[in-house]
């Protein structure tokens, strides 16, 4: 079958990101083209149509009207495609798990276990990613997200309920053998910086403060408390195996804070097995209340 109304495809490209931006250079940059192909692009499609979809004006690159319109037209297309794409992408991956988690709770805990997952269901293809807070699932093609219920998410979206966080101050050993009796080195992070804030509401168990010092994240001021920089707060899953080798003491105990892990998706986890599985391993290695 002959497509006879059909323009010249991969001109197209080319308009859609010169009209998105309205400028030929900032096309060129993104497309990795140079800004003559872009300019000879859209005039094979002035050609193919009979009209001039730009013009120049106060040194600027306007859309015409019949622009404007091809560029909407265009835009939709391209929109639609990318989606229905997408989806069969997915479809075609269906063993694929993408999965988003906070940056420290990833390095310091999931990451070191992911081989232990491997193990039960060799066949799950996880693709971890790090991130902190909201999420657009379906922007950044995820499909579960690993978060503390610390903020508002779309209404759409399924959270299931791990059990519920804990916190304590840890410190290393011979820190807390050393300091126990004096006023602590008190080690924050920026990520989180009401964390010593949040144990001080659900504990009287408070060191006295010598100093304070800052990182960007958990994973940096756990690490320094490791070493015997100071007193940290650390979520309990974070700490778990730092405590069983000696490498910290939580001196004060853990206690639960009000804030929940949950894990974040779209679909519901009952309709996809492979979810299902991933999110049954995780609430047994997490091993948190669930009150």
Request: aromatic share 10%; proline share 6%.
């Amino acid at each position: 079958m002959v497509m006879k109304n059909i323009p010249p495809l991969k001109p197209l490209i080319s308009f859609r990101s010169a009209a998105r931006y309205s400028s030929f250079t900032k096309a060129a940059h993104e497309l990795n083209l140079t800004h003559g192909a872009v300019s000879r692009a859209v005039k094979q499609l002035e050609e193919y149509y009979g009209f001039d979809l730009f013009e120049r004006r106060n040194r600027g690159l306007y859309l015409t009207g019949k622009g404007r319109d091809l560029a909407q037209i265009v835009e939709d297309i391209f929109q639609q495609l990318e989606k229905k794409s997408e989806a069969i992408r997915q479809k075609e991956s269906m063993r694929r798990l993408s999965v988003s988690c906070e940056p420290s709770l990833a390095m310091r805990w999931l990451m070191p276990k992911l081989d232990k997952f491997r193990s039960i269901d060799p066949e799950i293809d996880i693709h971890l990613s790090t991130g902190g807070g909201p999420i657009d699932l379906t922007s950044e093609g995820v499909h579960l997200a690993i978060r503390r219920s610390d903020f508002a998410w779309p209404s759409h979206y399924h959270s299931t309920v791990l059990g519920k966080e804990r916190i304590a101050p840890v410190c290393s050993p011979a820190y807390w053998a050393k300091h126990k009796n004096t006023p602590q080195d008190i080690l924050h992070t920026r990520t989180r910086p009401q964390a010593w804030s949040d144990w001080k509401q659900i504990s009287t168990d408070s060191p006295d403060i010598s100093s304070e010092k800052y990182f960007d994240h958990f994973y940096f001021s756990l690490q320094a408390a490791t070493t015997g920089f100071g007193m940290a707060i650390g979520p309990e899953p974070m700490v778990r195996d730092d405590i069983e080798q000696g490498l910290l003491v939580a001196p004060y105990g853990f206690k639960t804070t009000l804030a929940d892990y949950v894990i974040l998706s779209i679909e519901l986890p009952e309709r996809n097995k492979d979810m299902a599985v991933f999110i049954d391993w995780i609430k047994y290695e997490l091993n948190l209340p669930n009150s």
